[in-house]
């Protein structure tokens, strides 16, 4: 998108504050396709006109109001981005990542990209490989293997750029002289010194650097959080190298599993201390260190596994673990029986014991006729 005009009413509405990234797609949905509008008429309406026809509260035309004030501080952003060779990507353009727009749907695909480098990356075969900034040494020779592999089957590696395996998943990617997309959490012209090391990279096509916020926002942690979701967005295809309990590779997949999205989760050795085998309960798929599938009929839905161990009786969390011959730290496994909705709690001899809340009733007898 290379209009001025254009450009500078998009990157107005894209960054309304404390507007849900599912209200600004739908108002935009609303002006171009509903009333057929142009960016122009919706902005040059009378503000109790605009409010009305597109039934807009106070608060939402106070900042329409103030957005149409910086219109003129976003044209002059929009031409200092193009001049810099930046191009920015609405929602509807044909150029925009069709995976993005089909796995976070309206309610959480960004309604603009901002995006330096080979553009044809976002129309590619994608694949994402997270795991933990701090990621143990054979979660990274996963990720090298990962990396090297889809690289030789023309896939497309995303990168989230932090420490880790993220990076570790860039770095081997174009080892090998893959292709990769930078996905980043800050605004894109503040990568300077990212664009200085990838320079002939992206000059030769290799690497796409994206950013989906404001182009001159700082790195920040909560954007850190952010920029996970639009990296499994972006990704076709999920790889586990390393997860805890908690976090964004834990949400992160958690949340792709509830949308059935193909992930592949690294088998954790005996005497390795993650999440990953919890998340194989959960659904993920269970891959050895060169990525091919475990084929284990033994394997089956967390939550089901559960409550046929406590169907008829109560037990502590370390009982549990044997049950399920997984490798978890017992602590930060009952934080987790402790967030799941069927379960219950009884503390008996000072110990914790867990039970299924469909006899929550009969607790008691569940107790004196079992311990």
């Not at 797609?25 to 002006?31: A, M, P, S, T």
């Not at 989906?212 to 790889?239: C, D, E, Q």
């Not at 309990?245 to 834990?250: A, C, F, P």
Request: with cysteine.
């Amino acid at each position: 998108m290379e209009n001025l005009q254009d450009s500078s009413y998009w990157m107005a509405l894209a960054h309304l504050p404390r507007w849900r990234t599912e209200r600004i797609n739908r108002l935009i949905v609303d002006i171009l396709q509903e009333k057929k509008m142009t960016f122009v008429d919706f902005f040059s309406l009378d503000k109790n006109d605009r409010q009305n026809e597109f039934d807009l509260n106070e608060n939402e035309t106070v900042d329409l109001e103030n957005a149409k004030k910086e219109l003129p501080n976003y044209s002059f952003l929009a031409e200092s981005l193009i001049n810099q060779g930046y191009i920015i990507i609405p929602i509807v353009s044909e150029d925009y990542s069709p995976t993005l727009k089909n796995n976070l749907k309206m309610k959480f695909a960004p309604p603009l990209l901002y995006i330096k480098g080979n553009k044809q990356l976002l129309k590619e075969d994608t694949l994402a490989i997270v795991g933990s900034r701090n990621a143990s040494d054979i979660s990274l020779k996963f990720t090298k293997t990962i990396a090297q592999k889809c690289t030789k089957e023309y896939k497309v590696v995303v990168s989230g750029f932090a420490k880790g395996v993220d990076k570790k998943a860039l770095d081997e990617t174009l080892a090998v002289v893959g292709h990769s997309i930078i996905v980043l959490p800050q605004g894109i012209m503040t990568f300077a010194s990212g664009f200085r090391k990838y320079y002939s990279q992206i000059v030769a096509g290799d690497v796409l650097v994206l950013s989906t916020f404001h182009p001159k926002v700082p790195w920040s942690t909560g954007l850190a959080m952010r920029r996970n979701v639009y990296i499994y967005g972006l990704a076709k295809t999920i790889y586990v190298a390393e997860s805890d309990t908690k976090g964004g590779t834990w949400a992160g997949v958690i949340d792709g599993l509830r949308k059935n999205r193909e992930i592949y989760v690294r088998k954790p050795e005996i005497d390795e201390n993650n999440a990953n085998d919890l998340l194989i309960l959960k659904g993920a798929k269970p891959v050895d260190m060169k990525g091919n599938l475990i084929q284990d009929d033994e394997l089956f839905n967390f939550d089901e596994q559960l409550k046929e161990i406590l169907s008829s009786k109560s037990l502590t969390a370390k009982e549990i673990i044997e049950q399920l011959d997984i490798q978890i730290d017992t602590r930060k496994f009952s934080k987790i029986l402790r967030k799941l909705d069927f379960i219950s709690k009884m503390k008996k001899s000072n110990k914790n014991y867990y039970y299924l809340k469909e006899y929550k009733e009969t607790q008691l007898d569940l107790f004196s006729s079992v311990h």
